[in-house]
């Protein structure tokens, strides 16, 4: 079963990231113009319990987009999208509570982003950099 899609750009090609309730996140490289598109498991996505919510974004600064996974067993985790390797987990920030939304935006007005978390207790700020 799934719980959610997402489509997004990386570079000139439109990606589909799959978000499911018990399986682990598959990321279907260029969906537009690919008549097969790659399908690309994040490893370890199901393994802190099911993934409540998500986001895409280039959190290390260097162009490639990265994804941002909240789970009901309190872990954000940040994965790294390559276009000709395996994606790999760069960060896992724990909390206290199930997270229930992520994103990745700059919140404190600095020249740099920072990961908002929402739980079921609050509204927690990272700094990743």
Do not use: W
Request: glycine residues 6%; charged residues 20%.
């Amino acid at each position: 079963m799934t719980s959610r899609m997402r489509l997004f750009r990386s570079g000139d090609v439109v990606d589909l990231l799959v978000v499911g309730l018990c399986e682990p996140v598959v990321v279907f490289r260029n969906i537009v113009t690919s008549k097969r598109p790659k399908a690309t498991v994040l490893p370890d996505s199901n393994r802190f319990d099911m993934v409540t919510c998500c986001d895409v974004a280039d959190v290390d600064g260097d162009g490639q987009l990265e994804v941002i996974l909240g789970t009901y067993g309190r872990t954000v985790l940040v994965y790294k999208l390559y276009d000709d390797k395996d994606p790999t987990l760069l960060h896992r920030v724990e909390t206290a509570f199930p997270v229930h939304f992520v994103a990745f935006a700059p919140l404190t007005g600095a020249d740099t982003s920072e990961l908002l978390v929402i739980t079921q207790k609050g509204v927690h700020v990272y700094s990743l950099l």
